[in-house]
């Protein structure tokens, strides 16, 4: 059983930054792909970005690349989520997720989920 837990989420301007951060731990964790998806009010639950577990295989929504960067410290257990120049719909909770039989970016990849952190951005 692999338990997440998410960190780093909060209030942003349009243009900044934030990195989230999600510890990882149980289970063999060399096994398991990681990822990011996010919700926003109102809307279904959409896919971020995902890393497996020596980051040679990385996937990003079309509305993040060139913003968003995912990377993971296997040392530390934990994936990071870097977001730059941050837009008014990129609120949302974001949610940590791992799995471990064939990454691809569709939430019913992941078996694991963290409970969310929130990000809010302000125009």
């Known amino acids: 059983q692999v338990q997440l837990v998410e960190s780093g989420g909060g209030l942003a301007q349009a243009g900044g930054s934030l990195r989230l951060s999600c510890a990882a731990s149980?289970?063999?964790?060399?096994?398991?792909?990681l990822g990011w998806f996010r919700q926003a009010p109102g809307k279904e639950r959409e896919f971020v970005a995902a890393i497996n577990w020596s980051g040679s295989n990385i996937y990003y929504a079309d509305s993040v690349k060139g913003r968003f960067t995912i990377s993971r410290d296997n040392a530390e257990n934990t994936v990071y989520l870097q977001m730059n120049n941050l837009k008014p719909e990129d609120t949302a909770i974001y949610y940590c997720?791992?799995?471990?039989?064939?990454?691809?970016?569709?939430?019913?990849?992941?078996?694991?989920w963290g409970q969310g952190t929130p990000v809010t951005v302000s125009s």
């Open positions: 997720a791992a799995g471990s039989r064939s990454l691809r970016p569709q939430a019913s990849a992941f078996a694991y």
């Open positions: 149980g289970g063999t964790l060399s096994l398991y792909y």
